[in-house]
């Protein structure tokens, strides 16, 4: 349990409206850890890369608790456990899609892609909390004290790494189509997206408005038993196209400005000769 005495000093008083804020965030927290279920880590979640699960249906039963963890050590090491599996699955399903759109028939090792694959996620986590801890912690200082202020600072994070997001919606088809490392995937990404912004961002928006017109879809459907496993399997269906198209168009501009580069020291080469 927290209090507002552990983290602001005595003889600081903070706002009536900063100490609510403060509660409110320590039950956030609190309601968080009761919900969390550690096999959410097998799915684990990437920019680029669509869930095949479902969404939740109301009107079916609510789930089990299997078990519970109550320490930080256990939590971790399961998380962390749980969430090399759900790579390691996520390499196989995406290399089974990759093989369609490249040109190559063999290109890398299922191993090899999932080392890439989660050098890839430990480096976006990096980067996340270099983004977002300096924010937060300028929130936190706030918060008691401006409530306003400490919100500003949330929402502006969240559409920092949003936008960051964006930029490295290309970097896991990177990986899979181009053989790319981490480095080089995070790179690529960001350069097929700033030279070609408006097909990148129109992409992006009409995968996000497929997803948000099939979700209606889909809570239709999963009322019931059967229809969650129907959900499931035409959600999979459709998160597998959808992930094709955005592997397919990293694919087209990628090579295209390969050629346009080997084009390029071509005729350089030649005036220099000349």
Do not use: C
């Not at 109550?70 to 899609?97: K, N, R």
């Not at 924010?135 to 936190?140: D, N």
């Amino acid at each position: 349990q927290l209090s507002a005495s552990l983290v602001l000093p005595p003889t600081i008083t903070p706002s009536p409206d900063g100490l609510q804020a403060f509660d409110a965030f320590k039950k956030s927290l609190e309601l968080a850890g009761q919900n969390l279920n550690l096999f959410e880590f097998l799915g684990i979640a990437m920019p680029g890369i669509l869930s095949v699960e479902g969404a939740p249906a109301a009107g079916v039963s609510p789930r089990q608790t299997l078990f519970a963890v109550s320490d930080a050590p256990s939590l971790i090491v399961i998380a962390g456990l749980f969430s090399l599996i759900g790579l390691f699955l996520v390499a196989i399903y995406l290399e089974s899609i990759a093989r369609g759109v490249r040109v190559q028939t063999q290109f890398a090792s299922v191993m090899k892609l999932f080392v890439h694959v989660t050098a890839f996620v430990l480096l976006l986590a990096m980067m996340g909390a270099f983004i977002a801890v300096p924010f937060l912690i300028g929130a936190a200082l706030v918060a008691p004290f401006s409530a306003a202020l400490g919100s500003f600072l949330v929402m502006l994070i969240f559409l920092v790494i949003v936008w960051a997001l964006l930029y490295l919606s290309f970097a896991i088809p990177a990986i899979f189509v181009s053989g790319a490392n981490a480095l080089q995937a995070i790179a690529n990404s960001i350069v097929i997206f700033r030279v070609n912004f408006r097909q990148a961002m129109g992409l992006v928006l009409l995968i996000y408005l497929i997803q948000t017109g099939f979700s209606v879809v889909w809570d239709q459907i999963g009322v019931s038993e059967w229809g969650i496993a129907l959900d499931m399997i035409a959600n999979a269906f459709l998160a597998s196209g959808l992930v094709a198209a955005v592997m397919l168009f990293y694919h087209l501009f990628y090579h295209e400005r390969a050629l346009w580069l080997a084009q390029a020291r071509v005729n350089a080469q030649s005036s220099l000769k000349g």
